[in-house]
């Protein structure tokens, strides 16, 4: 039986990575993503992400969708026609499926997010 998560308990060890350099916007930031919960069939991720500042491009499929909220820091995500959206500290938001853009990092963030990945 699966135990219930408390986001107070220490977090597991953080995967790094980047950018892939073809969707980078300059120099690929580091990020840090500590999922603290995965559904069996990958379909579900609930974790924490922290990034640098830095920006690259995102193209979700049709279905993904992510619901997040910002812990700290600054970012702003930009849809291909240009309208823009910033998110601060306790500020939550939702990238939904098949969304196209930029995602910006403005100030070092560290974010809770839900991914929901269906095919």
């Known amino acids: 039986m699966p135990s219930v998560i408390h986001f107070a308990d220490p977090a ?9 350099a073809g969707r980078a916007i300059g120099v690929p930031p580091r990020r840090l993503t500590a999922e603290r919960y995965a559904a069996e069939d990958g379909a579900l991720s609930i974790g924490d992400w922290s990034c640098e500042p ?3 491009r995102i193209a979700f499929h049709p279905g993904r969708h992510e619901f ?14 240009g309208v823009a959206r910033e ?3 306790g500020d ?3 990238i939904p499926a ?22």
């Open 68 to 81: 997040f909220q910002v812990i700290s820091g600054r970012l702003r995500i930009v849809d291909t026609k």
């Open 54 to 56: 830095g920006a690259w």
């Open 12 to 20: 597991p060890a953080a995967v790094e990575d980047r950018p892939a």
């Open 87 to 89: 998110f601060g500290p």
């Open 92 to 94: 939550a938001g939702i």
């Open 98 to 119: 098949g969304f196209t853009g930029t995602f910006e990092v403005l100030e070092r963030v560290s974010k809770r997010y839900v991914m929901l990945d269906r095919a």
